[in-house]
């Protein structure tokens, strides 16, 4: 198929192509958009919930509105006399919002004497626009399906990554992806937006192969364009450059001779990527200095932190929800490992009390779509994820815009996540629960998933097996339970090559991990593995 052919059989996707790429946005103006943003918070979300809701039949939210007897102007009356958080918190308590499994459609929404079931699809953006399909966590038969919109990326992703930028003194640094491609869109999100603010990065290190199995043709096609395009402006896009896991030292080779040349660099990467980086640097004091680094799509733990400025880069966090966009941004003078800038302009959030084992009571977000280009349209949905709030002013970029809600020590209930690749705790309970004990031996209770930290500071998802179970060939295990997660009905399914390339998945000859109170669960995210005093559950 050639770029001709392309732009006859996608011809929305190449106009939007070309507004990114033809009229970028500053650094100057993204300041400029968040600040207004952030003024008019309380008539933007009216006009979302006005348009984006009760003007859409389908809508489940006006549903669950109807059902707890709220019209529009009771809205309008309560944000103006009470202010936005606590209108939000009084519709929560009405029954109005969505926990995060009834938000990824997989269970029934009961309010009292009523149930309700919604598909996935129902929480998109009704709102025409241009858009390519993306996947949440890149794996599993319930991954989700999300529509990667490019307004959204010229209204959100791209300010944010410019004030960012900024704050970690890297505003007109070169700079470097190495993530992922299709069909996780980690990378080619931040592909794009960088086209948006007139800094195509200088390479696209893509974990995936941009020519395997995982890229349709019309994904190739989309990166064909957009590359083409940018050319015929002076501003070109690299096209993905295959360079797995495996290879932190070709990534560490490019990110020196930029070093070299320019004194100073960004990376945008995940937190394993960036430990593996810092090895191939060799640990040494000053052999990254001038890189910026910014990562997501998994913890940062101190851990992983000390070993990235041991080699004298910064890093900083961003807090990414693939349905919502950017929660978080990263904080130039952070207070925490995982600091980040509570995205205000774009959410809203309240906070939920909530019980997780070996860690206590946490509160868990809970947040509101502000901007009428988001992907999915989210009132009070639960993110799955929990962490500490503070309100502070630090004194970056993001600080004299006027966001001062800090978020840090992010962690998830059920996700778990390795190299960047995330499961769902929940979708693994057929496979630890049946499965494994059905072909290898013994009983549901011998075997348990951990996400955990390694000696090398590398995220890994430890696959325990009692010792009660007898002798098994562990690789067989291993395999077995990759295959029985990849998703048969998607052949692109990304999880599998990206957790081989890295050895994310260890298995573990040990007795599960029990509660405080001696209870066993089949799965534990980083959060719980990690007993407050006793540091990381590892592979030890």
């Not at 990824?104 to 919604?118: D, H, L, N, P």
């Not at 868990?364 to 989210?378: D, E, G, Q």
């Amino acid at each position: 198929m050639t770029i001709h052919s392309g732009l006859v059989l996608y011809p929305k996707i190449a106009h939007s192509l070309a507004g990114l790429i033809l009229h970028p946005i500053t650094l100057e103006r993204a300041k400029a958009l968040i600040a207004s943003r952030l003024a008019h918070r309380e008539a933007r979300f009216l006009e979302m919930v006005r348009t984006r809701i009760y003007d859409h039949a389908r809508s489940p939210y006006r549903t669950l509105l109807r059902m707890a007897g709220c019209e529009m102007g009771d809205i309008e009356r309560a944000v103006r006399r009470d202010g936005l958080e606590t209108a939000l918190t009084a519709l929560r308590e009405a029954g109005v919002y969505l926990s995060f499994e009834e938000f990824k459609a997989r269970t029934e929404v009961v309010r009292g004497s009523q149930t309700f079931r919604f598909a996935e699809s129902d929480f998109d953006n009704p709102a025409p626009g241009s858009a390519v399909d993306t996947r949440t966590g890149a794996t599993t038969s319930r991954g989700s399906a999300v529509a990667m919109r490019f307004d959204f990326l010229a209204a959100q992703r791209a300010p944010s990554y410019h004030v960012m930028l900024d704050a970690l003194d890297a505003a007109d640094a070169p700079i470097v992806i190495w993530h992922p491609g299709f069909p996780s869109g980690a990378g080619i999100s931040a592909w794009l937006a960088l086209a948006k603010m007139g800094r195509p990065p200088r390479h696209w290190y893509s974990m995936t192969d941009p020519h395997g199995p995982t890229v349709a043709p019309r994904h190739r096609m989309l990166l064909e364009t957009a590359h083409v395009l940018s050319r015929a402006v002076g501003r070109p896009l690299p096209l993905p450059d295959f360079t797995p896991v495996s290879q932190p030292e070709r990534v560490a080779d490019g990110l020196r001779a930029i070093l070299g040349r320019h004194g100073r660099c960004a990376l945008i990467t995940t937190p394993s990527a960036a430990v593996r980086l810092a090895a191939a640097a060799g640990g040494r004091d000053a052999a990254l200095s001038g890189l910026a680094i910014i990562v997501g799509a998994e913890p940062l733990t101190e851990g992983k932190r000390a070993e990235i400025v041991a080699t004298g880069a910064r890093v900083g966090v961003q807090y990414v929800l693939t349905e919502g966009g950017a929660i978080g941004a990263a904080c130039g003078r952070p207070a925490a490992a995982d600091d980040t800038h509570f995205m205000a302009d774009c959410y809203a959030m309240i906070l939920h009390r909530r019980e997780w084992p070996l860690v206590g009571e946490v509160d868990a977000f809970m947040f509101t779509t502000l901007l009428p280009s988001a992907p999915k349209i989210m009132l009070n949905v639960e993110s799955d994820d929990f962490g500490v709030v503070t309100h502070r002013e630090c004194g970056c970029a993001w600080d004299a815009l006027g966001l001062r809600t800090h978020l840090h020590t992010i962690r998830s209930f059920t996700k778990l996540t390795g190299e960047g690749v995330t499961v769902l705790g929940t979708d693994c309970l057929r496979v630890l629960e049946e499965i494994l004990p059905r072909e290898f031996g013994g009983r549901s209770i011998d075997y348990q998933l951990l996400e955990a930290e390694d000696e090398d500071r590398l995220t890994r998802l430890l696959l325990v097996v009692s010792p009660s179970v007898g002798p098994v060939d562990e690789e067989r295990v291993r395999a077995r339970f990759i295959e029985e997660l990849r998703d048969r009905t998607r052949p692109r399914s990304v999880m599998p090559p990206l957790w081989r390339q890295a050895e994310t998945i260890r298995v573990v000859r040990r007795e599960p991990l029990l509660t405080p109170r001696g209870k066993l669960l089949p799965f534990y995210t980083q959060a719980a593995t990690a007993r407050p005093g006793q540091g990381m559950v590892t592979a030890q």
